[in-house]
């Protein structure tokens, strides 16, 4: 990423969300330009919160942090997964609390508002559902024209959901939103299952957090304890996927895709079994992908190299 380049992160904060938003801290010639929050882990409040916290102890009290919507465009809020993210959503750690409060607007505010002062420059990246992009696309339709691109984790093209048997949480979470997000006119990169389940954090890693002498890194360490814990069941031992962290640094360069088509997708927001399920056109795949026209939606379905010890590596450094 160019220095002159900006992101928003929106997020539902959330362990790996914390995770995601150290590497973006961590991350040369990356300006967080803000940061919203929506009803995932957590709901959007909680989340603001810890999101709060975690930018005080990191020192960037500069970085203003909206709330975004506590529930879906269609439907209830499920709640919260105290199994996995623990009660506050941060595996239990407990983060001074910042006297400082969130923005004067709401996370889809804020995104119009920044991509509008900076036509063209602004990236988006959702660690989260998607209500609060696509919110902001009901408030300015012009947004695709806006942003320079979008990249978002969720979904799963050739692999099994973590919801249902096809659904991953994040489209799962507000299908309506993802399928609008899914199919307006932006360049969207889409970091699924696929890929952020095939990279881990292993137990050595959580011990370098925790032998760190840098407290955002400290903390990291402790809220993985419990998100180890939840991964158990999935790999039989103890580490975690790197869902969050794995879509920030494909945001930002850090990390660079394999396989990695430009792909029609689209969302099922449907009532029936597959909804929340992100149907990806792969039948190019025998063919190397040829171009599909009017396909914008790159889907990310490898990363070479030692992905995790190039998220530690940043995180550490923050
Ligand atoms: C996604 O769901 C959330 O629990 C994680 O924070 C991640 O964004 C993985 O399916
Ligand atoms: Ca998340």
């Known amino acids: 990423m160019r220095p002159t380049e900006l992101l928003y992160l929106d997020c539902d904060t959330g362990i790996d969300d914390a995770m995601a938003l150290a590497y973006l801290l961590a991350s040369p010639g990356v300006t967080l330009a803000g940061v919203g929050t929506v009803s995932g ?18 020192g960037r009290t500069d970085i203003p942090v909206a709330v975004g919507a506590a529930v879906p465009l269609a439907g209830a809020y499920r709640g919260a997964v105290p199994h996995i993210h623990g009660t506050n959503g941060l595996g239990g ?9 969130t923005a004067d607007e709401t996370a889809a505010e804020m995104i119009v508002r920044l991509a509008r002062a900076h036509p063209g420059r602004l990236r988006l990246l959702a660690t989260g559902p998607l209500t609060n992009l696509a919110t902001a696309l009901r408030l300015e339709p012009g947004l695709p024209a806006l942003v320079a691109d979008v990249t978002v984790m969720g979904g799963a093209a050739r692999v099994s959901g973590n919801v249902t048997p096809v659904a991953e949480a994040n489209i799962h979470g ?16 889409l970091v699924p299952l696929d890929v952020t389940l095939t990279h881990t954090l292993e137990e050595d890693h959580r011990q370098g957090l925790l032998d760190s002498e840098r407290p955002v ?3 990291l360490g402790e809220m993985l304890d419990l998100y180890y814990g939840f991964y158990t069941d ?8 790197a869902h969050d962290p794995l879509a920030a640094a494909v945001a930002v360069g850090g990390i660079t895709p394999a396989l990695a088509p430009t792909v029609h997708v689209t969302v099922d927001a449907t009532d029936g079994p597959g909804r929340g399920q992100t149907i990806c056109d792969l039948r190019g795949v025998h063919r190397g992908f040829p171009a599909q026209p009017g396909a914008r939606c ?15 590596e940043r995180i550490s450094a923050l």
């Open 41 to 58: 882990n957590v709901d959007s409040a909680q989340a603001a919160r810890n999101t709060l916290d975690l930018l005080e102890l990191a």
């Open 234 to 241: 999935t790999y039989g031992r103890r580490c975690c996927a």
């Open 217 to 219: 890194a400290r903390a």
């Open 174 to 189: 507000d299908p309506e939103a993802a399928a609008a997000v899914l199919a307006a006119p932006w360049d969207l990169t």
């Open 298 to 312: 790159r889907v990310v379905l490898s990363a070479e190299g030692d992905v995790a010890g190039h998220l530690m």
């Open 93 to 101: 750690a407990e983060l001074a609390r910042t006297e400082r409060e």
